[in-house]
């Protein structure tokens, strides 16, 4: 049974050493220590009696793709970590597929993963609409196309999104890692060594997270395993435990941390199986990404992962107590595919069945257990899978605490910036969350439009679990409720559902109206992928005080997806083109990557104008200072020649740590200064995560050096005097 303790000597709640605070959690009082926060993460060292092995500064606990994203990060910024993954095997079952713009922007960082992932996913011909049908080889009553013009000609990103299964992506990031130093180990694999630092670099397979016990410089892990028939377990030290250990997440519970939203939104049954004939078939008479099925057979939704190679994951609804998942066998599920595609491939083969609940949830805290548990990805957060917002999110989550972890093992910030993670992310989670299930009832729309109103659905389970439920058997009310939901399917027949039948005629002109208008399951955001701007955190809003966020929710409320790019403080840098000066190198980069991704840096980026260089040496000096890396990026305008470029040669020394660029403005505008709508005399500091924490105008700053003190000291959370 997993438990969680405070720092002790001999019993699970005792504490020494320190001045303790009782906690309440569970109905439990639980007595935690008061301690300097990370001593074990900066030093990476530890203490006396049951401390006296050296600690890992971080163990991650759960290897999917957001703990795996996160482990390459900490490692390339030099942080040692391990990863426990309680499955002896990576899962092969396609999860999340959808890749959106941010995402990939991160991924172009990682050492070239986007570009992989651009090779390997199928072409986007393939999977570009979501297709309405009675069956995959029957009538098509819509179909909507998710991709635009500007996507390809990569306007406001300088990626496209991709369709790539998570177990794929699982299989690159392993790849990514081995090439980095990590090694994927067995219980049998480790040995026996009691040395933390033993396993670093390391994911630990067949490992689960079982206690977490904080002491007074870290956290205790157990972590058990199965070793020659015989579960054992490990004990790990840490300064930190980061939990991406998913929806069903066990550092969560451990930690005490509750979720709030709405559960149960809806029961599926997932049945991944493979028929290339069936992929040859859609590829040729209508490729897509998403079949939506309804017939008076069956209705389920085809999420096709992979039509070249005839890859597959089928989603089904499902009602307990009447309808168990243990009635979905092979048998029954290949059954339900024929009923979907009207013909009966020869080469069906399922390969896994699971059943899973929709909920749409968020935790009430990313930090917890004395600042020593941090919880990302689906273990903060759990969405409906309308929108792909599940697994974006988590990366995204991964991108924003890795560096301000980075800069808290090296001493540069405060603890506290860790606090920023949560003010930052969780926001968005509880935004994104909503939007989800906005984009969730959306998809409902269709079914209802046909005369298959899910919440009638809903309410038929209702009644008969509160009047059937306690007085006849079960298998009895699952002939009930099967039959009635016979009786709706009625709905989907061809007599009713045609064009020269009134009645279905006026439902198929009102599906056609709702994809037109875009009214149905959305795939892109761009306004909130891309748009989406923190309010408080590691960054100093003054300048854009007036605008907050529950203004910006209320603004994409009206559902506007069009991306604005904005250059105020939180907001992710907008893109354009640029092409380095005064070098041989002709080649065309992204403003994004003024920002470089190995390593946690800073950006100011200036126009070359005089009030603008003093704020970056002023900058220059004070990051020297405080061992902060950090870089100048002076925008010139297209066509601007050497003998001017150089003057940023002498206004700069002895500084070398900047760049010029030459800015590649797309009609309308023309200049980046202008896409933002800001004028030449903006500075904007970027962070490592390509998110603007500061911007002002030149002119307006008296005294360069206190100014750039002020901000720095805010956004990195400095205490100590500057």
Not at 94 to 105: C, D, G, K, S, V
């Given at each position: 049974m997993p438990s969680i303790a405070g720092a002790g000597g001999g019993g699970l709640f005792s504490v020494h050493r320190a001045v303790a605070s009782w906690r309440l959690r569970g109905g439990r009082r639980i007595l935690l220590p008061q301690r300097p926060l990370y001593s074990s993460l900066a030093a990476g060292g530890g203490g006396r009696g049951d401390?006296?092995?050296?600690?890992?500064?971080?163990?991650?606990?759960?290897?999917?793709?957001?703990?795996?994203?996160?482990?390459?990060?900490?490692?390339?910024?030099?942080?040692?970590?391990?990863?426990?993954?309680?499955?002896?095997?990576?899962?092969?079952?396609?999860?999340?597929?959808?890749?959106?713009?941010?995402?990939?922007?991160?991924?172009?960082?990682?050492?070239?993963?986007?570009?992989?992932?651009?090779?390997?996913?199928?072409?986007?011909?393939?999977?570009?609409?979501?297709?309405?049908?009675?069956?995959?080889?029957?009538?098509?009553?819509?179909?909507?196309?998710?991709?635009?013009?500007?996507?390809?000609?990569?306007?406001?990103?300088?990626?496209?999104v991709a369709h790539f299964s998570q177990h794929k992506l699982v299989d690159l990031l392993l790849k990514k890692l081995e090439d980095i130093g990590f090694q994927a180990c067995l219980p049998d694999e480790i040995g026996s060594s009691t040395q933390d630092l033993?396993?670093?670099?390391?994911?630990?397979?067949?490992?689960?997270?079982?206690?977490?016990?904080?002491?007074?410089?870290?956290?205790?892990?157990?972590?058990?395993?199965?070793?020659?028939?015989?579960?054992?377990?490990?004990?790990?030290?840490?300064?930190?435990?980061?939990?991406?250990?998913?929806?069903?997440?066990?550092?969560?519970?451990?930690?005490?941390?509750?979720?709030?939203?709405?559960?149960?939104?809806?029961?599926?049954?997932?049945?991944?199986?493979?028929?290339?004939?069936?992929?040859?078939y859609l590829s040729r008479e209508r490729p897509g990404m998403l079949f939506f099925i309804f017939n008076p057979d069956a209705i389920g939704v085809l999420v096709a992962h992979d039509l070249e190679h005839g890859e597959f994951v089928l989603q089904i609804p499902f009602y307990p107590p009447q309808q168990m998942f243990e009635d979905f066998s092979?048998?029954?599920?290949?059954?339900?595919?024929?009923?979907?595609?009207?013909?009966?491939?020869?080469?069906?083969?399922?390969?896994?069945?699971?059943?899973?609940?929709?909920?749409?949830?968020?935790?009430?805290k990313y930090i917890g257990c004395d600042n020593r548990i941090i919880l990302v990805g689906d273990a903060a957060h759990r969405f409906p899978p309308a929108g792909g917002f599940g697994m974006n999110t988590g990366v995204?989550?991964?991108?924003?605490?890795?560096?301000?972890?980075?800069?808290?093992?090296?001493?540069?910030?405060?603890?506290?910036?860790?606090?920023?993670?949560?003010?930052?992310?969780?926001?968005?989670?509880?935004?994104?969350?909503?939007?989800?299930?906005?984009?969730?009832?959306?998809?409902?729309?269709?079914?209802?439009?046909?005369?298959?109103?899910?919440?009638?659905?809903?309410?038929?389970?209702?009644?008969?679990?509160?009047?059937?439920?306690?007085?006849?058997?079960?298998?009895?009310?699952?002939?009930?409720?099967e039959g009635l939901f016979s009786i709706g399917r009625a709905q989907l027949s061809d007599y009713i559902l045609n064009e020269k039948n009134p009645l279905g005629s006026s439902r198929l002109a009102r599906l056609r109206s709702i994809l037109d208008e875009g009214k149905s399951l959305q795939l892109q955001f761009p306004a909130e992928d891309l748009g989406f701007r923190y309010e408080l955190g590691a960054l100093d809003?003054?300048?854009?005080?007036?605008?907050?966020?529950?203004?910006?929710?209320?603004?994409?409320?009206?559902?506007?997806?069009?991306?604005?790019?904005?250059?105020?403080?939180?907001?992710?840098?907008?893109?354009?083109?640029m092409r380095a000066l005064s070098t041989s190198n002709e080649a065309v980069f992204s403003t994004l990557d003024l920002v470089t991704g190995d390593k946690p840096e800073f950006a100011l980026i200036i126009a070359p104008l005089k009030e603008s260089y003093e704020l970056a040496r002023a900058l220059l000096k004070i990051v020297d200072e405080f061992k902060i890396s950090a870089k100048i990026c002076v925008i010139w305008p297209r066509g601007s020649v050497?003998?001017?470029?150089?003057?940023?040669?002498?206004?700069?020394?002895?500084?070398?740590?900047?760049?010029?660029?030459?800015?590649?403005?797309?009609?309308?505008?023309?200049?980046?200064?202008?896409?933002?709508?800001?004028?030449?005399?903006?500075?904007?500091l970027v962070r490592p995560d390509e998110h603007i924490a500061w911007r002002t105008e030149s002119d307006r700053v008296g005294d360069a050096d206190s100014e750039v003190r002020r901000v720095f000291s805010k956004v990195v959370c400095i205490t100590r005097p500057i």
């Amino acid at each position: 049974m997993p438990s969680i303790a405070g720092a002790g000597g001999g019993g699970l709640f005792s504490v020494h050493r320190a001045v303790a605070s009782w906690r309440l959690r569970g109905g439990r009082r639980i007595l935690l220590p008061q301690r300097p926060l990370y001593s074990s993460l900066a030093a990476g060292g530890g203490g006396r009696g049951d401390d006296a092995t050296p600690h890992l500064p971080v163990v991650i606990v759960g290897a999917g793709p957001v703990g795996l994203v996160l482990s390459f990060l900490l490692a390339k910024f030099g942080i040692k970590c391990a990863v426990l993954e309680k499955n002896v095997e990576f899962t092969r079952h396609p999860r999340a597929h959808f890749i959106n713009n941010r995402t990939m922007e991160i991924f172009r960082k990682l050492d070239g993963l986007a570009g992989d992932i651009e090779k390997s996913q199928p072409p986007v011909d393939l999977w570009r609409k979501f297709v309405y049908c009675t069956s995959l080889s029957g009538s098509i009553l819509g179909s909507v196309d998710h991709m635009k013009q500007e996507d390809f000609d990569k306007v406001i990103s300088p990626i496209s999104v991709a369709h790539f299964s998570q177990h794929k992506l699982v299989d690159l990031l392993l790849k990514k890692l081995e090439d980095i130093g990590f090694q994927a180990c067995l219980p049998d694999e480790i040995g026996s060594s009691t040395q933390d630092l033993v396993l670093e670099n390391k994911i630990l397979m067949g490992h689960e997270c079982s206690s977490i016990k904080v002491t007074d410089s870290g956290v205790l892990i157990g972590a058990s395993f199965n070793k020659a028939g015989r579960m054992q377990e490990r004990k790990i030290r840490c300064g930190l435990v980061l939990g991406t250990d998913g929806a069903r997440s066990t550092v969560r519970e451990l930690a005490g941390i509750h979720m709030k939203g709405q559960r149960d939104l809806q029961k599926l049954v997932s049945v991944h199986f493979l028929s290339r004939e069936l992929g040859k078939y859609l590829s040729r008479e209508r490729p897509g990404m998403l079949f939506f099925i309804f017939n008076p057979d069956a209705i389920g939704v085809l999420v096709a992962h992979d039509l070249e190679h005839g890859e597959f994951v089928l989603q089904i609804p499902f009602y307990p107590p009447q309808q168990m998942f243990e009635d979905f066998s092979t048998k029954v599920c290949e059954e339900i595919i024929v009923k979907l595609v009207g013909w009966e491939p020869t080469d069906v083969h399922v390969l896994d069945i699971k059943p899973w609940a929709m909920h749409a949830e968020v935790a009430e805290k990313y930090i917890g257990c004395d600042n020593r548990i941090i919880l990302v990805g689906d273990a903060a957060h759990r969405f409906p899978p309308a929108g792909g917002f599940g697994m974006n999110t988590g990366v995204q989550d991964a991108h924003n605490l890795a560096w301000k972890l980075c800069l808290v093992q090296n001493g540069v910030a405060s603890p506290s910036i860790l606090q920023t993670y949560e003010s930052e992310r969780r926001p968005v989670a509880i935004f994104n969350t909503e939007l989800s299930v906005e984009n969730f009832k959306a998809a409902m729309s269709i079914p209802s439009t046909l005369g298959l109103d899910p919440t009638v659905a809903n309410s038929v389970h209702q009644v008969i679990n509160s009047t059937l439920g306690s007085v006849i058997p079960r298998k009895l009310q699952k002939t009930v409720l099967e039959g009635l939901f016979s009786i709706g399917r009625a709905q989907l027949s061809d007599y009713i559902l045609n064009e020269k039948n009134p009645l279905g005629s006026s439902r198929l002109a009102r599906l056609r109206s709702i994809l037109d208008e875009g009214k149905s399951l959305q795939l892109q955001f761009p306004a909130e992928d891309l748009g989406f701007r923190y309010e408080l955190g590691a960054l100093d809003a003054e300048d854009c005080a007036e605008t907050t966020y529950e203004a910006e929710k209320q603004k994409h409320s009206k559902r506007s997806r069009e991306y604005v790019p904005s250059a105020k403080a939180g907001s992710r840098l907008p893109h354009m083109p640029m092409r380095a000066l005064s070098t041989s190198n002709e080649a065309v980069f992204s403003t994004l990557d003024l920002v470089t991704g190995d390593k946690p840096e800073f950006a100011l980026i200036i126009a070359p104008l005089k009030e603008s260089y003093e704020l970056a040496r002023a900058l220059l000096k004070i990051v020297d200072e405080f061992k902060i890396s950090a870089k100048i990026c002076v925008i010139w305008p297209r066509g601007s020649v050497d003998a001017k470029v150089k003057g940023s040669r002498s206004q700069l020394a002895p500084w070398t740590n900047y760049v010029d660029v030459e800015e590649i403005p797309r009609a309308p505008v023309n200049s980046w200064w202008e896409m933002c709508q800001i004028t030449r005399k903006s500075v904007i500091l970027v962070r490592p995560d390509e998110h603007i924490a500061w911007r002002t105008e030149s002119d307006r700053v008296g005294d360069a050096d206190s100014e750039v003190r002020r901000v720095f000291s805010k956004v990195v959370c400095i205490t100590r005097p500057i």
